[in-house]
């Protein structure tokens, strides 16, 4: 089955912006793939000028906002890592009985891959630094110097969201027939584990053996 892959830019994002930036990429992702009767729900973010569109699903909502706190709590034990987080889009296939298993198939049809760098201190001689007064360009305050790290983050962010419209509008022979009635592709969300190393095993392993589908998992 053809799966298409879409690795999103990496941001460079303090532990404070974590649940902010991906709120805003993931729900952007959900509604672009969303199929029937949303409510689409503008959200604006508090810590920068950008308006984004969720399906205006509470339970959605809420299956989201674990994930993030899952990979909150995951980079809270892992400082200074680059993480990501997976997507999947999957159809469901029934399998012939067998003595293996009986469980539906997952056929991942398409994944997206949000890449994080969670900054936890000021990197030395970096103009980019804001936790500190010690590191600042000549001329330029420590508020300054944070205010122009946000800018930069902020257009970082909007390159994101692009990313995924322009993915979107160009990618489709994959796209599997829509079931009538289905609002949602089934999709799972994947942080990584407590074992890091092996996240991308670790999701593999999640995607086969997943029994019945679920709007997150």
Request: charged content about 25%.
């Amino acid at each position: 089955m053809n799966c298409e892959v879409c690795q999103l830019k990496e941001l460079e994002v303090e532990h404070f912006e974590i649940r902010e930036v991906l709120r805003c990429i993931l729900h952007t992702i959900v509604f672009h793939r969303a199929l029937g009767l949303v409510r689409p729900k503008d959200v604006d973010l508090e810590l920068f000028e950008i308006t984004y569109v969720q399906c205006g699903d509470v339970e959605l909502e809420k299956k989201i906002d674990e994930k993030i706190e899952h990979f909150v709590s995951w980079v809270e034990k892992h400082p200074n890592k680059k993480s990501q987080i997976c997507i999947s889009f999957y159809e469901v296939k029934s399998k012939p009985p067998s003595w293996f298993s009986n469980k539906p198939e997952h056929l991942v049809w398409e994944q997206w891959y949000v890449n994080l760098n969670v900054t936890q201190h000021p990197k030395p001689h970096s103009g980019k630094s804001h936790h500190t007064k010690v590191v600042v360009d000549p001329g330029e305050s420590a508020s300054e110097e944070r205010g122009s790290r946000r800018v930069a983050l902020e257009v970082s962010l909007l390159e994101v969201m692009f990313q995924i419209i322009k993915f979107v509008n160009e990618k489709k022979d994959h796209v599997p027939p829509i079931s009538e009635g289905v609002i949602y592709f089934p999709h799972e969300i994947t942080v990584p584990s407590s074992s890091d190393s092996a996240f991308g095993m670790d999701m593999i392993k999640r995607m086969l053996q997943t029994g019945h589908p679920t709007m997150l998992s």
